[in-house]
């Protein structure tokens, strides 16, 4: 596929599978994590991966962008099996990964942290999209990531890997700690890059936040994927199913 062909209102939309795990087993030194992780994510669709504390969802995402040194299994991104790759090698097939503790720095600017992130793949999102994304930010271009709040760092996290043009977006539990007004505003910005035909695989423990964002949930227990339910019908025994999975 040409870069020409390729814009950031389309991303991935030319192949069948964006992200592909099959059997996934990963192991942090000795300590055997995960036991098999299995699940597709088609191209411009939301998979949400739920489940307990402990239960591998942050070393799922991990794994997929090759920061622990012992996998097994595949993990294919669009026709590309990355098991044997390096980090760098894998995040430049257009991977965008936010983690947990949102991989910001806290000493440099907006501005700063805005212009650092390495292209994946052209053309990123401009500074225009990316402000009337997170309208915030636009205000904020010179406090040091020290002054942000939460929900600023998070929206500045997800700025970034927008500058770099990967669209396959990883996130971590992007509410985590937030008030609720900032996590509408997350929700929204989810919404609206799912619009624009990213691919998102998101991290949650928030069920009602991720419910109206998700194609498929994935619940994840002790490393494996022990139920998988598509939204859009049987909407409140869903709900229902997935809480419980939760204990919530
Ligand atoms: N760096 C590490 N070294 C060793 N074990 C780890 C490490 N990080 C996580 N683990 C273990 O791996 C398992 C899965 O952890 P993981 O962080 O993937 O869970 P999680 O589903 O993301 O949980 P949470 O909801 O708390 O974020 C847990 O048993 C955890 O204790
Ligand atoms: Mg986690």
Redesign the pocket.
């Known amino acids: 596929m040409s870069e020409a062909a390729h814009t950031h209102t389309a991303p991935g939309a030319a192949s069948a599978t964006m992200l592909s795990v099959r059997d996934l087993n990963a192991w942090?030194?000795e300590?055997h994590?995960?036991h098999g992780v299995t699940f597709d994510v088609p191209p411009g669709k939301v998979i949400s991966?739920v489940?307990?504390?402990?239960?591998?969802?942050?070393?799922?995402?991990?794994a997929i962008v090759g920061l622990l040194k012992k996998r097994t299994g595949s993990i294919v991104v669009e026709g590309t099996e990355t098991i044997g790759l390096k980090p760098r090698q894998i995040t430049r097939l257009g991977i965008g990964y936010v983690p947990?503790e949102r991989g910001i720095f806290s000493s440099l600017s907006v501005r700063e942290n805005f212009t650092l992130p390495r292209v994946v793949r052209p053309p990123i999102m401009d500074r225009d999209e990316i402000f009337t994304l997170f309208p915030n930010l636009a205000h904020r271009l010179n406090a040091p990531g020290t002054k942000l709040s939460g929900g600023e760092q998070q929206m500045l996290a997800m700025a970034r890997i927008l500058r770099t043009g990967a669209p396959l977006l990883l996130l971590?539990?992007p509410t985590e700690g937030l008030a609720p007004v900032i996590i509408e505003q997350i929700g929204e910005t989810i919404r609206r890059l799912r619009d624009k035909g990213f691919t998102i695989v998101l991290?949650e423990?928030n069920i009602p936040f991720a419910w109206s964002l998700t194609d498929t949930f994935h619940v994840?227990e002790q490393?494996r994927v022990v139920d998988s339910i598509a939204t859009g019908h049987g909407q409140t025994d869903a709900i229902g199913r997935l809480k419980s999975y939760l204990g919530v």
């Open positions: 942090y030194g300590s994590v995960l991966i489940g307990r504390n402990g239960a591998g969802k942050t070393t799922t995402l991990r947990e971590d539990e991290v423990q994840i490393g």
